[in-house]
C-alpha cells in the first residue's frame, strides 16, 4: 500500500509550539495535507502520554486511531475531497546535552514505538533519569549512546533515528555540538541505527557526500510545531500499512518500502548557509572561510550552517549517489505559492480562504502539488498559481538561503510578472 509518512512533530506540551497541537487537529491538518500516518511526537511526556492513551485506539499492527468521539467533530470540517485514513505512530524527541572527549555535546535524536507498553518502558527510564514533566522534548544530561542502549533494551522493536542531522547547535553531525561521524557519537551501537533524518537545511544530494552515511537510508519528516505545518517534509512508503511494515522498510537494506522523500528546497532552511542574523550577515561556505569564519560586523565566529558542515566532512564528489539512494521531489507548501501567487503574507486572511476552497475543489495539498494536472489548477485557482506551482515542479525558484535560524524567503515570480501572465492567459 503506498501512503505518506510525517513522523517528526511536536504537542502542545513543546517549547514553543502552538496551543492547538493536539490529536485532533493533527488529524484534521494530516487530512488536509494528504498525510496517512503522523508521528504522536512527545510521547513520554506524562500528561501527553495520558491524552494519547485516553485518545487513541489500535489499528493496524502498531498504529493508532483517533477515537470516532473525537474524530466525529472534525470530520464534518474536512472538505470530502480530502477525507482520507489518518493513523498515528507513537515517537518522542529527546534533547540530549552531555560532556564527551572534553567537549559539550548537544544531540536529538527520535524514537519511535510500537506499542505503548514499549513507550511507558522508555518513559519510565528516562523519568529515572531527569525531569520528562517540564517539556515535550525532554532535555536530559545523559550520553546519545545511552539513550539508543537503553532504547533497544526497552523494547527490541523500537526504532532509533538521528534527528535533523547537520542542525548546528542540536544533531550527531551538528558545527556547535555534534560530531564527525555517526560511530563517534554512538559507538559499537551504530549498526543499531538505519536511518537518519535529513532536516530542512539539507536535502539528499547534501547526505549522499558522505560515504559513512551510505549504509543509513534517509527520512525527512516535517518537525512541525503546529498542525499546519505537517508536511512540509515527509516521506512516501510503498509497503505493508503497519508498523512492521515501515520498521521493514527502514531496516532491511534490501527493501525498496520507503519510495521516495518530499523535501524542503534546502536553502529555505534556517541553518543551510552561515552567518549572524543579528548582525544580518549571510555567507555561502566560500564567504566564510575568506572571513575565517568571524563575523564581519561584531567580530564574533558565525553560526557554521549546514552547507559549509558537508563540505568539511564530505569524501564524496557532487552528483554520486549513496548505495540506499531514494528519488526525491523539492516542495514548497500550497499556502507560501497562494501567498507567492497573490503577493501577500501566507498568514493572512486571503491565503487561507484561498486554500480551503482550493483543497474543496481539486483534493488535498499533496495531490495539488504532485499530481494534479495544471489546467486543472488554472481552472479554480487562477494562471499564477497554477505557473507558480508549474514552476515549482521544475525546480524554477529563487531562493535568499535561511541562516543562523532564519528561514529563508522564496521567491517564484518577479516583479510585474504576475500581471503580465495575468493578461498573456486572458488572450488564450
Request: one cysteine or more.
Amino acid at each position: 500500500m503506498k501512503f505518506i509518512a510525517d513522523l517528526h512533530v511536536h504537542s502542545k506540551y513543546s517549547r514553543a509550539t502552538a496551543k492547538n497541537s493536539d490529536l485532533e487537529n493533527l488529524y484534521l491538518w494530516a487530512q488536509y495535507k494528504g498525510i496517512h500516518v503522523v508521528g504522536t511526537g512527545d510521547c513520554v511526556h506524562p500528561q501527553w502520554f495520558k491524552e494519547l492513551q485516553e485518545k487513541l485506539e489500535p489499528a493496524e499492527e502498531g498504529l493508532f486511531k483517533l477515537k470516532e468521539k473525537y474524530a466525529k467533530p472534525i470530520n464534518v470540517q474536512i472538505p470530502k475531497s480530502c477525507r482520507g485514513d489518518v493513523r498515528f505512530m507513537l515517537s518522542v524527541e529527546i534533547s540530549n546535552i552531555y560532556k564527551r572527549h572534553d567537549k559539550v555535546r548537544k544531540v536529538h535524536n527520535l524514537i519511535f514505538s510500537p506499542s505503548f507498553e514499549a513507550a511507558r518502558k522508555i518513559q519510565k527510564k528516562l523519568g529515572d533519569i531527569g525531569n520528562i514533566a517540564s517539556d515535550g522534548r525532554p532535555i536530559l544530561g545523559l550520553d546519545s549512546y545511552d539513550l539508543l542502549r537503553l532504547t533497544l533494551e526497552a523494547d527490541a522493536k523500537n526504532l532509533f533515528v538521528p534527528a535533523h542531522i547537520w542542525t548546528p547547535w542540536f544533531s550527531a553531525f551538528g558545527s556547535m555540538g555534534g560530531f564527525d561521524s555517526m560511530t563517534d557519537a554512538f559507538g559499537d551501537l551504530t549498526g543499531h541505527i538505519f536511518a537518519v533524518e535529513t532536516g530542512l537545511s539539507s536535502d539528499p544530494p547534501m547526505n549522499w557526500r558522505l560515504k559513512e552515511l551510505d549504509d543509513f537510508i534517509l527520512i525527512s519528516n516535517s518537525d512541525a510545531h503546529s498542525p499546519a505545518k505537517l508536511g512540509r517534509e515527509a516521506n512516501i512508503f510503498d509497503t505493508d500499512f503497519s508498523y512492521d511494515g515501515i520498521y521493514q522498510a527502514l531496516s532491511d537494506k534490501k527493501d525498496k518500502g520507503l519510495v521516495s522523500t518530499l523535501e524542503f528546497f534546502p536553502e529555505e532552511g534556517k541553518y543551510h548557509f552561515d552567518g549572524h542574523r543579528v548582525c544580518q550577515v549571510r555567507w555561502n561556505p566560500k564567504e566564510t572561510i575568506q572571513h575565517k569564519g568571524v563575523c564581519s560586523v561584531c567580530g564574533k565566529p558565525v553560526t557554521v550552517g549546514v552547507m559549509s558542515r558537508v563540505e568539511i566532512l564530505a569524501d564524496r564528489p557532487e552528483g554520486e549517489k549513496s548505495k540506499r539512494w531514494r528519488p526525491f521531489k523539492n516542495i514548497v507548501p500550497l499556502p507560501e505559492l497562494i501567498a507567492e501567487a497573490k503577493d501577500v503574507g501566507a498568514a493572512g486572511k486571503a491565503v487561507q480562504e484561498a486554500y480551503m476552497n482550493i483543497l474543496a475543489q481539486l483534493g488535498n495539498e499533496f495531490t495539488i502539488l504532485l499530481e494534479c494536472p495544471v489546467e486543472d489548477i488554472r481552472r479554480v485557482a487562477g494562471d499564477v498559481l497554477a505557473e507558480g506551482i508549474n514552476r515549482m515542479r521544475q525546480g524554477k525558484v529563487e531562493i535568499a538561503a535561511g541562516y543562523d535560524g532564519e528561514f529563508g524567503t522564496i521567491k517564484i515570480f518577479k516583479p510585474g510578472e504576475r500581471r503580465r501572465i495575468d493578461k498573456q492567459m486572458a488572450l488564450f
